[in-house]
């Protein structure tokens, strides 16, 4: 197992904000903000907000801030990682399996 796991139903895309503080996640029944110091969900909202050209709004900490998200495959998990390549996750579905995380 890698650093931390996320359990979210119905993962739809993840994004990192321009800092990598926080990761965006959004799902068929919501959004999530997660800390990636720790994490834990700092911020959570139950409105239905799908990304529209690769792109999510943020929520608490950095709401309204545009995040450049990834969707996720449904059938197939995929790698994601950071801008800076210090932080790489496995999403899938039905969670986000934090493999590596440099501070």
């Known amino acids: ?10 993962l739809y895309a993840v994004g990192f904000d321009t800092s ?7 799902s068929h029944s919501g959004r999530g903000l997660f800390s990636t110091s720790d994490w834990n969900r700092v911020a959570r909202d139950y409105a239905l907000a799908y990304p529209e050209n690769g ?5 608490g900490p950095i709401i309204g801030r545009i995040v450049n998200v990834t969707e996720i495959d449904p059938d197939d998990p995929i ?5 800076s390549g210090r932080i790489e996750l496995i999403c899938e579905s039905s ?8 501070k």
């Open 55 to 59: 792109r999510g709004v943020g929520i």
């Open 95 to 102: 969670g986000i399996e934090v493999l590596k995380c440099e």
């Open 1 to 10: 197992m890698g650093v931390a796991y996320l359990h979210i139903g119905g």
């Open 79 to 83: 790698v994601v990682k950071s801008a």
């Open 20 to 26: 990598e503080t926080f990761l965006l996640t959004i």
